[in-house]
Every structure is written in C-alpha cells, then in structure tokens.
C-alpha cells in the first residue's frame, strides 16, 4: 500500500516532442505529490509538486495531471529539450508533516536532437 | 542562500568497518531525513531528525543510526558495512509541516563504495 509506481521505464523522445511519465499510488492518506529530476552523480531536484485538491498545475514546460479517483498522476514535458535528458522520479508523501517520500523506480529520459 | 550540503561527497570504505556522513539543512528548516540510493533504483527512505529526535524510521537494521544537533545539522552512522551498503546517500530538508507535508529538498549525496 506504500507502494509508487512509475512507468516506463526508459523513454526516447525527439526534440520538441512532449514527454510523458505515470504513476499509481495506493494509500489514499498521500497528501503531496513532488517530480523529481537527477543528473547523473547529483542528488534530486525538485520539479514541480500537486496536492490532491487540485488536477492540474502547469510551471513553465513542465504539468502535473492528477486523477484522485483512479490515484494516479502524470509529468507531461512539453517542448521537450536534449538538457532535459535525465531520470525523473515520482514521489508521494503522507499526511501529519512528516515529510516522508515514498518515491517511484524511476523513468530514463532520453531527448534526441 | 546555501541549500543542502552533504560531506563527504565521495567515500571508500572496507567491509566491516564503520562510516559516519554529514549533512547541514537548507537554511530555515528544521527536519532531516536520509535516504539510500542504489544504483538504477529510486530513494529510499532511512529514517528522519526532527527535534534531535528520530521521528519516523523505514525498513532499515539497527546498524543505520544517526543524530541531530542543535543547529539542525545532521550525521548518519552505519556500522559493520556491508558490500550491500555501497549507493548513493541522500540528505533531505525541510521545514515540518503542520499535519500536511512540505516541500523536500535533497543535498548532492554522498557516494559510499564498501570494498
């Protein structure tokens, strides 16, 4: 139930095109939902992040959709570019301020030129 | 505004032996959690310092330990390594949050090889 799953695995995309990325949770108590990006050798940055109330927020390139009733949630990469090639992780963390992130296998993201 | 740092960034250790690793918070917060990184795989969670005291703990053994200071800065401790122990060690700060989560962000890790 504490489970995050993210799909796929690996994703090639073409310059300029937009890129997808799923996941699914279980424990309906998740009450924020971060998007991560790592380089190689670096620790995770933090994208963008939703809350359940709300389905959708955009920054930039970068939109979260969320669906509370089938629990699952998306980073769509529009405009997609070659310096976005990087591993993107979803994460969800429980209610109570504890801050605790349960994160998703993870998606390789490949932007060719 | 310094974020996260974490020391060493790199570390080689024998079997065995014993590793101690360090992380300051971003400026403001106030909760440290820790996470393991092997190679290919996502975060996982360790445990988390709020008050000096270890508020949540994940599904790690007791050879994991740490501790926090006054200042909010942090140290993890693993005892007897394991080959197993080899990842990437990842700091997270954050402010906590009243009965909802908050923003996390991460530290450059600390790269720990058991040989």
């Known amino acids: 139930q504490q489970q995050v799953k993210q799909s796929p695995q690996s994703l090639i995309v073409q310059k300029g095109g937009i890129s997808i990325i799923n996941c699914a949770y279980e424990n309906t108590a998740f009450d924020y939902f971060p998007w991560y990006q790592q380089f190689p050798g670096k620790g995770p940055a933090l994208l963008i992040a939703?809350?359940?109330?709300?389905s959708e927020k955009k920054e930039g390139r970068f939109t979260i959709s969320f669906n509370k009733s089938a629990k699952q949630f998306s980073l769509h990469i529009m405009d997609s570019q070659p310096g976005d090639s990087a591993t993107y992780f979803c994460a969800a963390s429980g209610a109570g301020g504890y801050n605790k992130l349960i994160f998703g296998a993870g998606t390789r993201l490949a932007v060719h030129p | 505004d310094a974020g996260v740092t974490q020391s060493p960034t790199h570390l080689i250790k024998t079997r065995g032996q014993q590793v101690t690793l360090r992380c300051s918070p971003k400026s403001g917060h106030d909760t440290v959690s820790w996470y393991q990184q092997a190679l290919g795989q996502g975060p996982q969670f360790i445990f988390q310092y709020y008050e000096e005291e270890e508020r949540q703990r994940g599904n790690f053994p007791d050879r994991f330990s740490g501790h926090q200071f006054p200042n909010y800065s942090s140290e993890l401790n693993v005892n007897a390594l394991l080959l197993g122990d080899s990842a990437l060690y990842l700091c997270a700060s954050s402010l906590a949050g009243t009965g909802q989560s908050t923003e996390a962000f991460f530290g450059q890790g600390t790269r720990l090889t058991v040989v």
């Open positions: 939703i809350r359940p109330d709300v």
